[in-house]
């Protein structure tokens, strides 16, 4: 009898065991969300343009060629397309974050197009 109950909880034991392997978030997961992910988008330099001029350039200048903040005209050769998406979503010291005034998909349009300026 009592050989049965201990078979039986070593059972329950595995069964929860797997379930928390399944359910608990992997380090890959954890990463992840500290990395925001970048939505794929297809250049549209047009909308990059508008939205630089609508939320940028105060800071940045109209030719982003500098001012309060740094020159963003060769930011391309310095900072690659996911470093541009995470700066712009999350801010930085006196650069704020723009993930709640902007779609991620307007961010990684804005990160692809300052990746091409080198
Ligand atoms: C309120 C002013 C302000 C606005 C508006 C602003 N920025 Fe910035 N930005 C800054 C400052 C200040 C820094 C420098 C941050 C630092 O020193 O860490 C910066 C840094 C950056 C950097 C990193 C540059 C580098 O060389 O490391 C990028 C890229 C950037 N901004 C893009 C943008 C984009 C795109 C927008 C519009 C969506 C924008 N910024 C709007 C102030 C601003």
New binding site residues.
Partial sequence: MQKWVMSGLFFVACGLALVLMFTLPGKQQVAEEAKPSMPEVTLDPAAAEA??KA??I???GDQLQGG???A?QQ?GG??DTQA?FN??SKG?????P?KDQ?SPEEIAN?ALY?SEKK
């Fill in positions: 939205t630089l939320s940028c105060t800071c940045h309060a903040a740094p963003l930011v310095q900072m541009l700066v712009i930085r010291n006196g650069m704020p723009f902007l804005l300052l």
